[in-house]
């Protein structure tokens, strides 16, 4: 009586064994799984916090002090590229900073000029990202806000 009691707990769990092994397995053929290097590349974007702020340049010491606040997101070419621009994100935040401090207030303050801005400051970070690379990686740069006084 225990001998076939044995017998067919042994054989209970020796069923359940393969049928969950045909389960996780997918019942049936495995589908060929595409490895992540073969993916074609996607759009990404990368928003560096937090915003850039710093002062204008200024030739008459009694001028007002002038601002720039800006916010800005990378285009990246490859959305796997976010964590190569983390980083190098200290050394984008310079280049625009330095950039952005050389300029003075009349220089800053009409559409025309941000744009002539938004092009330098990609430009910029495009020849670092493809000095340290090999490739720019990103393909456009947005000012989210663009706050200047």
Do not use: W
Request: with cysteine; net charge negative.
């Amino acid at each position: 009586m225990f001998r076939k009691f044995l017998l067919a707990l042994m054989t209970a769990l020796l069923a359940m064994t393969i049928s969950t092994s045909v389960f996780a397995s997918g019942h049936g053929a495995k589908e060929e799984e595409v490895p992540p290097e073969s993916l074609e590349p996607e759009i990404g974007y990368y928003q560096l916090t937090p915003d850039i702020t710093t002062n204008l340049a200024t030739l008459n010491p009694r001028e007002k002090i002038h601002y720039l606040r800006i916010t800005l997101s990378l285009m990246l070419a490859d959305s796997r590229d976010t964590s190569i621009i983390a980083d190098v994100e200290p050394l984008i935040k310079d280049a625009v900073v330095t950039l952005l401090g050389s300029k003075e207030f009349s220089q800053i303050a009409s559409n025309e000029a941000r744009e002539k801005i938004r092009i330098e400051c990609r430009e910029k970070i495009s020849s670092i990202l493809n000095e340290k690379f090999g490739k720019p990686l990103i393909v456009d740069l947005l000012f989210l806000s663009y706050m200047y006084q």
